[in-house]
């Protein structure tokens, strides 16, 4: 039984997925968005996975929703919502607390809105709404460095020059802000309108910038204090977001909502990078796929679903794909609690399920990528 399991998934692997080279087009190859109704085993692309417990019961902190995971300076960094709190916090790989950075509703480091966050000389810098602002590794709040209604909600810094991955139409894939300038300012959309754009930054490591922006069927990485082409996007029978937004100009912000509901078409839900994998899910018009590309061989594997059969567990959105090829994937104690394990041959999950039942923390799934 076991070799004959062994031999099918072998087979889906082969099946799903696609060897041969990517295209080229002008010297840069392209990433193929194609539709799957396949129902892939991780197994098929996970060779190994554990459980991160985020210890914030032990910690007696208040916890919400994860909404984004990174990695600075060899912590976890969590962006996440409780109610109409919005909050940065810190843990130590093991998932021990170690402080609350920024939170909207209390302490020295409140900031109304509060985007993205990075490493920026010994603090943090803070992307919000309203501008730039500097915290301290203590989460105490230290000054507002540049102040303006921001373009987009993730960023990046190099050289002093923070670069704000644009949500905005019309103003270009993103906007530079430097210390001290005085930002020009933007004419932003009706709030719907702003938030069918919203763009990725795939950021693992300083070295390692991607940007994919809605507005454009190009991929650029971040080179030599400039974007340049990494790979096209190409839609398998659907037009691109970017392409029918370009029939948009002469259409009112109602007129426009109405055309992009209405247009099938093909877009980036998110998108992650390292120096091994590129892992991105997507829509062609109503139907969500997701593609795992192995850079060196450009193997790639498209499926609808993954089931988790490694042990019994749950398979959900990532959130992070570190430069050790692992997926983060948050799992909140709901979840785990309401999980219920079809494949009888796999127990192990209940342990976890036990343990979160008990402690009611949220956990990181992390899968290894083969």
């Known amino acids: 039984m076991k070799h004959t399991t062994i031999i099918l998934l072998s087979l889906l692997l082969i099946f799903n997925s696609c060897t041969e080279k990517p295209a080229v087009n002008n010297g840069i190859p392209e990433i193929l968005l194609k539709k799957s109704t396949d129902i892939l085993p991780i197994l098929s692309f996970v060779d190994n ?15 919400g929703d994860i909404l984004n995971v990174k990695e600075i300076d060899g912590d976890l960094i969590i962006l996440q919502r409780r109610a109409r709190e919005i909050s940065f916090i810190r843990f130590t790989k093991a998932g021990d607390f170690i402080n609350t950075i ?23 810098a803070v992307l919000a709404e309203d501008g730039i602002y500097i915290v301290g590794k203590d989460g105490k ?20 020059r923070f670069y704000v991955v644009n949500d905005v139409p019309d103003y270009g894939l ?19 309108l702003k938030d069918l754009g919203r763009s990725n930054l795939a950021a693992s490591g300083a070295q390692n910038i991607t940007l994919v922006s809605s507005y454009s069927d190009t991929v650029f990485a971040y080179r030599n204090n400039t974007f340049k082409p990494a790979y096209l996007i190409e839609s398998d029978g659907y037009p691109s977001f970017a392409k029918i937004w370009l029939n948009t100009c002469d259409k009112d912000d109602i007129e426009t909502l109405k055309y992009i509901h ?3 078409h093909s ?27 192995k850079k060196n061989t450009w193997e790639t594997m498209y499926f609808a679903e993954a089931v988790n059969n490694i042990d019994g567990g749950i398979w959900d959105n990532p959130s992070f794909l570190s430069q050790k090829n692992e997926l983060y994937i948050p799992i909140t104690a709901y979840k785990v609690g ?3 394990i079809s494949d009888k041959r796999h127990k192990e999950f209940e342990k976890v399920q036990l343990h979160i039942a008990a402690t009611g923390n949220p956990i990181l799934m992390r899968c290894r990528l083969k």
């Open 338 to 340: 309401g999980h219920k």
């Open 174 to 192: 993103y906007t530079v802000y430097s210390e001290n300038q005085k930002a020009k300012k933007m004419v932003f959309p009706e709030e719907r």
């Open 267 to 293: 877009k980036i839900k998110s998108y992650f990078e390292n120096n091994n994998y590129i892992f991105l899910t997507y829509w062609l018009g109503s139907h969500q796929t997701t593609a795992l590309i």
């Open 102 to 124: 920024v939170s909207n509703k209390e302490g020295s480091g409140k900031i109304k809105n509060p985007l993205d966050i990075i490493s920026y000389q010994k603090d943090f």
């Open 49 to 63: 996975l554990n459980y991160l417990e985020l210890k914030v019961n032990e910690a007696k902190i208040e916890f």
């Open 262 to 264: 209405n247009t099938h």
């Open 141 to 160: 709040y230290k000054t507002k460095l540049i102040g303006a209604k921001m373009p987009g909600s993730k960023f990046f810094e190099s050289k002093n």
